[in-house]
Every structure is written in C-alpha cells, then in structure tokens.
C-alpha cells in the first residue's frame, strides 16, 4: 500500500511540475522580440566599435585586416543581442535554445544555447545574448563581391541605415520527464 501511495504522489508531483514547465514555455513563446542590436562586433580580432566606416581604419587594424584576407579567413565575431519582453503573468523560461541567423533571408550560421533562460512575468524583460563567429571569406567564395562584402561592413557599423536584413529565428525546448520539448521557430528581423 505505501509503494502506491508513493508512487501516486510521485506521478502527481510530476504532473505538476510537467504543467508549470510547459506554462513556462507557453509564456516564453508569447513574449514580445526585438532584435536590439548588434555589439562586440571585430573582424580579424580588430573593434568595429566607435568606427564609422571601414576606410576609417588604423594602419595598424588594416594590416591585420588585410593580412587575414591575405591568409585565406576573415573571422568576424558579434553578439545579436535579442530582448524578450514577456507580457504574462507567469515567468518564461526555457532550457535551451536553437537558433539560426539569416542575412537577407540566407542562412549564414546555426547555433545553440545551452543554459536557462528566464523572463520576468508582468512586462519584465531579458536580453538574450547568441554569440557567434564566421569567416567572411565564405562569402567570396561563394561568389560575392568585395563591394557587398564593404557593403555588409558598413551596415554592421551604421545598423539601421543599410540595406541588409538580419534575422534570428529562435526554437525554446524544455524538458518534460526526461523528454525535449520544443516549439516551432520564433522569428525577429531587422534591418542593419
């Protein structure tokens, strides 16, 4: 009798705690997206910060510039910076997310986070960092011009006043009983 007793209890604590957890991925997808910016932006390990155009480059930052493309990579680092406002009454929060970024509706990387995050119920609001790394130079292999390729530096520089779209499209996944479960792919755009 004691081993149904427990096991009762059990299956009711995890019922409980397998509704809080999909209310909680409920409410994350239901928040409010903004792609708020782009920031620690470098290309060859040179800032991008403070710069206003790419022909406002150092010698010093050039060099390394152009001994990257010289070498074959141009790795350029930046954070999307997402902030999530949830406008529910219970707090979002998921496990774990997937995600991809798109320039001008191109795929360019997938990546994941794997560590909780959390928004605040009643308006509260977080901002979601997705780190990421590239080599530009996949760009001109893949036929682009170096004109796009200035072209795409400058709108990372000046992000709102250029023509390229950005897009991050984010997939939250939770875990029920040992199991994952995720949604379908929340999308944020901006122009940069």
Known sequence: MKTKVLILLSVLFLSF???????QLTSF???N?????LS???VAGVSMAGLQ???SLSTTSLLKVTTAILSGKLPLNATVNVKATNPNTSTAQVEKLEWAIDL??????????????????????TVIPFNFQIDVMKFVKKGETNDNIIGLAN????A???SSTISIRIKPTVSVGGRNVSTGYITVKKKI
């Open 160 to 162: 709102g006043e250029g």
């Open 40 to 42: 620690n932006t470098a």
């Open 155 to 158: 709108n990372l520089l000046r």
């Open 104 to 125: 001008n509706n191109s795929n360019i990387l997938t990546g994941n986070v794997n560590q909780k995050i959390s928004v605040p119920a009643n308006g509260g609001q």
């Open 17 to 23: 705690f397998s509704c809080n957890t999909l209310s």
């Open 53 to 55: 155009d790419v022909k």
């Open 29 to 31: 997808v239901n928040c």
């Open 33 to 37: 997206y903004e792609l708020v910016n």
